[in-house]
């Protein structure tokens, strides 16, 4: 581009300096440099979004980053315009993406936007969601125009914002021409996503420029909430609810400090329910045997950590938390590898 913005000045002074002389007899030299200019110019144009790895060299070249925060999982600045990280959740999480000029917020997370309290700090949300099985080459079309397009800064997020955040940022930048294609798998180490999630590294690998006429060309309605299956939107919920045992059998089944607001008896109960609601479905009455089993067996543990659970609470909780119930969530987390592994996880191509 720097080539083409030579001629252009160069071709600029050279009319200037001939209207200033004013002499007719010029004009037809005039016209000629005008058209040559015109010619040069848009060859330079053209010459600059001709392949991919031209285009490669109009990315900006930044390092990704940690960003120091208090509110917000596993930030991680990929572009100036890029930020991709995890879940905000409560006010303080979007207050401080506001205090970080964030204007637009694109989910990639199955769960549904909470887009009442984003609208509180003046940001926008876009859902685009996608699977650890890797992104669709539709999606990466959309995200791209999305980075390219919509008011940034622009945040991205999954739920831990380990793996399908960094995965879709990486690939939407580098399809944006926003970063070199060399930095997409980087960007996935740093933000330590699972190399089991081989769909999502050969997305980062595939990532290449889309040329602009193609993503201005490209039709998208950007919704604030997507609509996903109900299947889906289950092992979304599913997963979220588990999370939140986690993090109370790390909290040694108290309310954890970060999340005062999580009663592990109410938590145990929600789990409990999704997964008898679950087996009850249709859906997963066709599923194969083993995914039923995992499910099952996941049930069954879920009502033994309510019956436990229940018993400890009712012994005033004057011992510490009994060593069954930390054995049962693993229990129910080996369940859901095991089933992730076989079904949620393999890679879209394969």
């Given at each position: 581009?720097a080539?083409?913005?030579?001629?252009?000045?160069g071709?600029?002074?050279?009319?200037?300096?001939?209207?200033?002389?004013?002499?007719?007899?010029?004009?037809?030299?005039?016209?000629?440099?005008?058209?040559?200019?015109?010619?040069?110019?848009?060859?330079?144009?053209?010459?600059?979004?001709?392949?991919?790895?031209?285009?490669?060299?109009?990315?900006?070249?930044?390092?990704?980053?940690?960003?120091?925060?208090?509110?917000?999982?596993?930030?991680?600045?990929?572009?100036?315009?890029?930020?991709?990280?995890?879940?905000?959740?409560?006010?303080?999480?979007?207050?401080?993406?506001?205090?970080?000029?964030?204007?637009t917020?694109?989910?990639?997370?199955?769960?549904?936007?909470?887009?009442?309290?984003?609208?509180?700090?003046?940001?926008?949300?876009?859902?685009?969601?996608?699977?650890y099985?890797?992104?669709?080459?539709?999606?990466?079309?959309?995200?791209a125009?999305?980075?390219?397009?919509?008011?940034?800064?622009i945040?991205?997020?999954?739920?831990?914002?380990?793996?399908?955040?960094?995965?879709?940022?990486?690939?939407?930048?580098?399809?944006?021409?926003?970063?070199?294609?060399?930095?997409?798998?980087?960007?996935?180490?740093?933000?330590?996503?699972?190399?089991?999630?081989?769909?999502?590294?050969?997305?980062?690998?595939?990532a290449a420029?889309?040329s602009?006429?193609?993503?201005?060309?490209?039709?998208?309605?950007?919704?604030?909430?997507?609509?996903?299956?109900?299947?889906?939107?289950?092992?979304?919920?599913?997963?979220?609810?588990?999370?939140?045992?986690?993090?109370?059998?790390?909290?040694?089944?108290?309310?954890?400090?970060?999340?005062?607001d999580?009663?592990?008896?109410?938590?145990?109960?929600?789990?409990?329910?999704?997964?008898?609601?679950?087996?009850?479905?249709?859906?997963?009455?066709?599923?194969?045997?083993?995914?039923?089993?995992?499910?099952?067996?996941?049930?069954?543990?879920?009502?033994?950590?309510?019956?436990?659970?229940?018993?400890?609470?009712?012994?005033?909780?004057?011992?510490?938390?009994?060593?069954?119930?930390?054995?049962?969530?693993?229990?129910?987390?080996?369940?859901?590898?095991?089933?992730?592994?076989?079904?949620?996880?393999?890679?879209?191509?394969?």
């Amino acid at each position: 581009m720097a080539f083409g913005c030579g001629l252009s000045v160069g071709f600029i002074f050279a009319l200037a300096e001939l209207f200033m002389v004013g002499s007719l007899r010029r004009s037809a030299r005039v016209y000629r440099l005008i058209r040559i200019s015109t010619l040069l110019i848009g060859v330079c144009c053209s010459y600059e979004w001709g392949n991919n790895s031209t285009l490669a060299q109009t990315a900006t070249n930044v390092t990704p980053r940690r960003i120091e925060n208090s509110n917000l999982p596993n930030p991680i600045r990929i572009h100036d315009r890029v930020i991709s990280g995890g879940l905000p959740e409560g006010d303080e999480a979007f207050r401080e993406l506001a205090e970080r000029g964030i204007k637009t917020i694109i989910s990639v997370d199955g769960m549904t936007p909470d887009i009442d309290t984003a609208a509180k700090y003046g940001l926008h949300y876009v859902h685009l969601p996608h699977g650890y099985d890797g992104i669709p080459a539709s999606r990466v079309k959309e995200l791209a125009k999305a980075v390219k397009e919509l008011q940034g800064p622009i945040y991205i997020h999954c739920h831990h914002g380990k793996h399908r955040s960094p995965a879709a940022a990486s690939v939407a930048c580098v399809s944006a021409g926003l970063i070199p294609s060399s930095q997409a798998v980087a960007i996935l180490e740093l933000a330590g996503t699972n190399p089991n999630y081989k769909g999502l590294y050969k997305a980062a690998e595939k990532a290449a420029p889309i040329s602009p006429d193609q993503l201005s060309d490209l039709e998208v309605e950007f919704k604030e909430v997507q609509a996903i299956p109900p299947m889906a939107e289950a092992m979304v919920t599913m997963s979220h609810t588990h999370n939140h045992l986690v993090a109370i059998a790390n909290a040694s089944w108290k309310s954890p400090p970060n999340h005062p607001d999580l009663d592990p008896a109410h938590e145990v109960l929600l789990n409990r329910e999704l997964y008898a609601e679950l087996l009850r479905t249709n859906e997963v009455t066709g599923k194969p045997a083993d995914f039923r089993a995992w499910l099952l067996d996941s049930q069954q543990a879920t009502e033994e950590l309510e019956q436990q659970l229940e018993k400890w609470n009712a012994s005033g909780n004057r011992f510490a938390p009994p060593e069954s119930l930390d054995k049962l969530v693993q229990r129910i987390s080996a369940n859901c590898k095991a089933c992730h592994v076989k079904y949620r996880d393999v890679p879209l191509t394969e």
